[in-house]
């Protein structure tokens, strides 16, 4: 073999190299966000996850939401007006995810009422007083609980009923998929799947409206 010959052989075996390393390089990214994709898929719903509005809507905002967070508290009754404008075709599905110090106590005070049927009061109390009680570094859990009581929960029941082993494998769970979504902040949404990347009530707005006409609903 002359010396052109090596050089041009040589040549061709790296561009078949370099297409074939691409060609995994690029295989390797995509099965990698294929599985991403599939494991943020399942981490918004669970079972255990409380549901507002109508179980067989067609369309679904998940929230991520942490009891203790004042934009979580602006937002409620947000996410509840988007739902009634279009009622009946929308359910929301809560996620806990437990940032602020002590909000995983107040989780356990939410799961408590929803085993008393009183899901809804409970939580809506606590977002209407949270300032009582979420003080950043210093969160009042008693007054939390108190507020609840207000709302109709039996606190003697409901604190037996709140370090229960169902209740502390809620708290795991949804820790993980927080973990999985990769989720740094609070609220995050999801609308059917669909990450709102641009934050802000219009944009939530616009696209629960996109999801619902391309549903049907």
């Known amino acids: 073999m002359n010396r052109r010959h090596f050089v041009l052989g040589v040549t061709g075996f790296a561009i078949v190299a370099y297409t074939g390393g691409a060609f995994a390089y690029r295989e390797a990214v995509a099965s990698a966000a294929r599985d991403r994709a599939t494991k943020v898929g399942a981490a918004l719903y ?3 996850a409380p549901i507002i509005g109508p179980t067989e809507a067609k369309v679904t905002i998940t929230e991520f939401f942490d009891p203790s967070c004042e934009a979580c508290r602006a937002f409620y009754p947000i996410v509840k007006q988007i739902m009634e404008l279009h009622a009946g075709k929308v359910r929301l599905v809560l996620r806990y995810a437990a940032l602020h110090e002590g909000s995983d106590q107040v989780v356990r005070i939410l799961e408590a009422g929803r085993l008393q049927d009183k899901f809804i009061p409970v939580l809506e109390a606590l977002l209407a007083k949270q300032p009582e009680w979420a003080v950043h570094g210093a969160p ?3 007054k939390a609980w108190s507020i609840a009581g207000s709302a109709g929960l039996d606190l003697n029941k409901a604190r037996t009923d709140a370090q229960t082993d169902p209740v502390t494998a809620v708290l795991a769970q949804d820790a993980a998929d927080v973990e999985a979504v990769g989720l740094t902040q609070t609220p995050t949404f999801f ?12 944009q939530l707005y616009d696209l629960v409206t996109a999801e619902v006409q391309g549903a049907g609903a």
């Open 140 to 142: 009042d859990i008693e």
């Open 46 to 48: 669970r079972d255990h």
């Open 191 to 202: 609308v059917n799947g669909k990450p709102l990347t641009d934050f802000g009530p219009q």
